[in-house]
Structure formats: C-alpha cells, structure tokens
C-alpha cells in the first residue's frame, strides 16, 4: 500500500484562523499566567493548535472549530482550548475589534 502524503494547507482562511488563535492564547497567558512570554503550557497549547489548523481537512471551507463535526483536537488539548476561548473571547473584542468580527460572521 503507498504511503498518502498529506500537504500542510496555508491558505488565506487557515491563516486568518492561525493568527486569531495565537492572539487569543498570548492574550489568555497574559491576562491570567501574568508573564510577559508563554508558559510553557500556553506554549504547548500554541504549537498543537497551530499544527492542527495546518492539517484542517476542511481547508478553505473551514468554519469556526466550535461549529466542526469533527473533533480533531485530543481531548486533554480540546478543554484547554476551550478555557482560552471562554475567558479571550469576550476580551478579544477589545483587543482585536476586528478579528472579533471576522470570528462571529465565520461561525
């Protein structure tokens, strides 16, 4: 049987994705680890979601992962992701207007 490579996807959608993610974790760590970097779990939490929005089988149909059927995120990543979100969201329209915005037309 022959391998199937699979091509990591860096259109336009997934890396609007990418940034809104990484503005929401940074400002999460911020706000509640009080550090001018990541923690190391924040950190962690960064990579695996960046990677994860790299290999989204949805690609440029992807909507807001809150909407997804599938559930690509392991779970232990899966509740950390959704504690960032709870606490960032609300924040991120302060911070972020405009990514804000975006997120809630895409859902």
Known sequence: MKARLIEPNNGPNIQKEKEIVKEMIELYCRRNHHRDELCKDCHELKTYALLRLSFCRF????????????????????????????????????????????HLLNR
């Open 59 to 102: 690609g440029e149909e992807k909507t807001a992962c809150s909407n997804c059927k599938v559930h690509c995120y392991k779970l232990k990543y899966r509740q950390k992701m959704k504690a960032v979100m709870r606490y960032a969201g609300p924040w991120m329209m302060m911070y972020h207007p405009i990514y804000s915005v975006k």
